[in-house]
């Protein structure tokens, strides 16, 4: 959805933002096939939104979230990994995280596909909470993805995992 100020974002639905988008109308001045990319990628699609603008924000949150969009679909790293891919060493770890959290653009910008050092689900939307919607979310894009969940909250990499391993 475009803000009022112009500002693209995307946010998961709940009740409150239901009633908000029966309020808007389609706006397909700013990316005309963004709506149908998103249905696409949701129905397991290859799609890349590398052309969806970046909101304004710090330097390292916009770099975090540009080094978050090159990881391929089907892969992950851990939050070290990203705070090196961002230009930052890896005891940046906490702030990428911070970035990951902060990140207005889901999918667009794939925060699902950072896991904690130890490979673990770790933190979606702000929740830790294994049992959680969020992590249910995010374990879901990975799976979408191809990911392959081994328990509750341990994955294994389709290809080696760098990062965290």
């Avoid at 112009?6 to 239901?18: E, I, M, V």
């Avoid at 975090?64 to 990203?82: F, M, Q």
């Avoid at 990428?96 to 889901?106: D, E, K, V």
């Avoid at 294994?130 to 341990?154: A, D, F, I, M, Y």
Wanted: with cysteine.
């Amino acid at each position: 959805m475009q803000e009022d100020d112009g500002r693209l974002r995307t946010s998961w639905p709940d009740a409150k933002l239901l009633v908000r988008l029966e309020q808007l109308r389609e706006d397909y001045q700013l990316l005309p096939d963004l709506t149908r990319r998103l249905q696409a990628y949701f129905v397991g699609e290859q799609i890349d939104f590398f052309d969806v603008p970046l909101p304004q924000a710090a330097a390292f949150y916009r770099r975090c979230w540009e080094a978050c969009r090159d990881i391929p679909r089907g892969e992950v790293r851990s939050y070290g990994e990203l705070a090196i891919l961002a230009g930052s060493g890896k005891n940046a770890s906490r702030a990428a995280g911070q970035a990951m959290r902060r990140n207005p653009l889901p999918v667009i910008v794939p925060c699902h596909r950072i896991l904690a050092a130890n490979g673990r689900l770790h933190g979606f939307s702000g929740s830790l909470d294994p049992q959680g919607e969020s992590l249910r979310l995010k374990r879901s894009l990975l799976e979408l993805e191809g990911v392959r969940l081994e328990t509750e909250t341990l994955f294994s990499c389709p290809v080696p995992c760098r990062g965290g391993r």
